[in-house]
């Protein structure tokens, strides 16, 4: 990446202010020995501003800088003494939002240690499997999966709440230094279709990466963050560290509920939320607070935007929704700002400074305009392939998303869904995801999914599930004949389910088997 764009975008974002020179030599200095990953992050941010708030919990406790790198520090050296944990081994951290989250990743990074970070939505036979195939050395975990991790090994050690505090208040004292090798972030991919994968995320090496980001995502340091993504996702993890670097205040919440979110943007006075979709939507539901949340940055990512929900979210708090389109594989690929928002509230936007992307047909050739093809993508943290050896299609440094897509001629990416999920209904293409839009702009609507169903004359046909908001009825027949107006006969849903809710993971992606449970 260009130093004059880097420097640019390190001011603009006030990175480069001037500071105390003792300061300013230690945070370089800990950049220099630790490196890029959390743990020098988190390292660089205390020597400049020991004193600052770090995290806040949901119950207002404060923790500075300087205050989270000694108790990481401590938990460090107590995992080393207590169970060998050394560079190399993998523990797993089975943990909602809170700082003790935090303190464990980053004592895993202080060691070379990598850290998996567990999907709290995984089943206890799912969590099974993820123990086994990364052969975890050590599970942390919070006090309320304590029933579901029953079943694992028994040589398997594990960490509740209650023991992960008395390793850090009985810490032995003594000198970390960096490892031999950084310790590894994993995260699993999100399991909407099966068992999850462990992804290698790469440590940074440089601020190529976090420029990117801010470049287009009007972030600065020292601003004032609520995270409510999971962390243990890679859009969660990925604020975690761009928090960091900005020296920022993290307010976190272990449980996602849309008017204690409204409320803590208020009374902390937040510049920016990091969220998926489906939170945005929630805050929707709930009525405004009296006065909004003094919002710059509403940063999503994870899953596709409803449409419609951009420009109505942005009339109710104003012109700061930023979409990220990406994936555990790729990080990012595109953003979308508030401007792309309002003219194309389905887009993802355009790929930020450094990154490459290109639609291709299945013979590797680019497409034109406007037509349909595989997103591949090229950047600096491209994922280093799953653990178990497997890794993702490529071609000329690009890789494959597994997504479908097209680009506009002035440059706008639209994704129209997983290519796995692509419905074939009579010889037809049809996408879900243009089905779900429309349908969602329903007023009695409050959320959509729309999958492929086994069909004796068709292959396939359509099945819309649909989620009504309280009071509100609808038509089976009425739906299709909406859908017909707009869209061509093979885009319509002969099968329309009224459901209580769509079931989601933890990060708000709609389970698709789930759905076809329904079926048999």
């Not at 980001?213 to 243990?232: G, K, M, N, S």
């Not at 994870?302 to 990406?326: E, K, T």
Request: hydrophobic share 45%.
């Amino acid at each position: 990446m260009d130093l004059p764009f880097v420097v640019t975008t390190l001011t603009r974002r006030g990175l480069l202010s001037p500071g105390r020179p003792i300061r300013v030599a230690s945070q370089l200095n800990a950049l220099r020995r630790w490196g890029w990953s959390l743990a020098g992050e988190l390292r660089q941010a205390a020597a400049r501003d020991p004193g600052r708030t770090a995290v806040i919990d949901e119950h207002g406790a404060e923790l500075t800088y300087q205050e989270l790198l000694e108790r990481a520090e401590r938990m460090a050296r107590a995992l080393r003494a207590g169970f060998g944990v050394q560079a190399g081994d993998r523990i797993g951290v089975l943990c909602r939002n809170h700082p003790g989250l935090i303190e464990t990743v980053v004592a895993a990074t202080l060691l070379g240690v990598d850290a998996v970070l567990v999907n709290t939505g995984l089943s206890a036979a799912q969590l099974a499997t993820v123990a086994e195939e990364q052969r975890l050395r050590l599970l942390v975990h919070d006090d309320e999966f304590a029933e579901r991790v029953v079943g694992l090994p028994a040589d398997l050690p594990r960490l509740d709440e209650p023991a992960r505090e008395e390793l850090v208040a009985v810490a032995l004292p003594g000198e970390l230094r960096p490892p031999e090798r950084d310790g590894r972030i994993i995260v699993l991919t999100s399991g909407t279709t099966g068992a999850p994968k462990g992804a290698r995320r790469p440590t940074p090496n440089g601020f190529g990466p976090l420029v990117s980001i801010i470049d287009r995502i009007p972030l600065h340091t020292r601003d004032r963050v609520l995270i409510a993504a999971p962390i243990f996702h890679t859009w969660g993890f990925a604020a975690l560290q761009v928090c960091f670097a900005l020296r920022a205040t993290i307010v976190l919440h272990r449980r996602f509920d849309p008017a204690a979110t409204l409320a803590a943007l208020v009374a902390h006075r937040c510049d920016a939320l990091f969220a998926v979709p489906v939170m945005v939507q929630r805050l929707m539901e709930v009525p405004p607070p009296d006065p909004r949340p003094p919002l710059k940055v509403v940063a999503v990512s994870g899953s596709a935007l409803p449409g419609g929900l951009a420009p109505r979210f942005m009339d109710v708090y104003g012109d700061a929704l930023y979409n990220l389109y990406g994936s555990t594989e790729v990080s990012w690929a595109s953003i979308a700002g508030p401007a792309d928002l309002r003219a194309a509230p389905t887009t993802s936007g355009r790929p930020p400074h450094g990154t490459r992307l290109r639609i291709l047909d299945a013979e590797g050739q680019p497409v034109p305009d406007g037509q349909v093809g595989r997103i591949f993508v090229g950047n600096e943290m491209l994922f280093e392939g799953y653990t178990s050896g497997a890794t993702r299609p490529s071609l000329d440094g690009l890789l494959d998303t597994g997504d479908l897509g097209r680009l506009t001629a002035d440059g706008l990416l639209f994704v129209d869904g997983r290519a796995d999920d692509m419905i074939v209904s009579g010889g037809e293409n049809v996408f879900p995801s243009e089905v779900e839009n429309l349908l969602a702009q329903l007023p009695q609507v409050r959320e959509a999914a729309v999958i492929g169903v086994p069909d004796p004359e068709y292959g396939q046909r359509l099945a819309a599930f649909l989620a009504l908001h309280p009071g509100e009825t609808l038509d089976p027949e009425a739906v299709r004949e909406y859908v017909r107006h707009y869209l061509a006969r093979f885009s319509v849903p002969r099968d329309v389910v009224f459901v209580k809710y769509l079931p989601r993971n933890a990060t708000g992606k709609v389970l698709t088997r789930e759905l076809r449970r329904y079926y048999g």
